[in-house]
């Protein structure tokens, strides 16, 4: 008699590449909104004193701001 195995396919972990492409994803989303937040306080720190009282700011913010790490 002849047997065959079978082997059942895991139905409960995710293909190591599905992994892998949604770790990529993230990484890129967060790299996205770290280079945002890097332009956003280049900008705020590019203002005139006109401008940062517009927005409703002072200068010792926006600096303080400016000099925050991307990753903050």
Request: glycine residues 6%; proline residues 4%.
């Amino acid at each position: 008699m002849t047997q065959v195995a079978r082997t059942a396919p895991k139905l409960h972990a995710p293909a190591r590449g599905v992994l892998t492409l949604v770790t990529v994803a993230r990484l890129g989303r967060l790299v996205r909104h770290w280079a945002g937040r890097r332009r956003s306080r280049i900008a705020l720190s590019n203002l005139d004193e006109r401008l940062i009282r517009d927005i409703g700011l002072d200068r010792m913010t926006c600096d303080d701001e400016a000099l925050r790490p991307f990753w903050r």
